[in-house]
C-alpha cells in the first residue's frame, strides 16, 4: 500500500521559512513526477512545485525565487523549502506522486503566515 505522509507545516511569521516533508512508502512503480499543492479555504488545490524523475523542477508564478522543492531519493523523501512567507501562502500543503498509472496523495500539512 502507498503512503505519503506530510510534515513540516506550522505558524510562521511573513518573511520567515518553513521546510515541508513527505516521505512516501509502498510499492511505486515508475514514478513520472512529484509535486506540491496547496488548497486555501474556499478556493481550489493547484500546483505550487514539480520535479520530474530527471529532476527537473517547475514552479507556479507566485511562488517562483521563494519555494525550491527536491527530492532525496535515498530517504524517499520530497521536501519544499518556502522562504520569505507571505499571508496568501497560508493553505493546507498536499504532496502528490505521480506514475504511468496512478496518483497518489498525502493527508496534507496545515501552513498558516501571520502579518
Known sequence: QVRLV?????LV????SLRLSCVFSGSIDS?????WYRQAP???RFLVAS???G???DYADSVKGRFTISVDNAKNTVYLQMN???PEDTAV???????IRNGYWGQGTQVTVSS
Open 6 to 10: 506530510e510534515s513540516g507545516g506550522g
Open 13 to 16: 511569521q511573513a518573511g520567515g
Open 31 to 35: 514514478i513520472n513526477s512529484m509535486g
Open 42 to 44: 474556499g478556493k481550489q
Open 51 to 53: 520535479i520530474t524523475s
Open 55 to 57: 529532476g527537473s523542477a
Open 84 to 86: 520569505s512567507l507571505k
Open 93 to 99: 500543503y498536499y504532496c502528490k506522486i505521480r506514475t
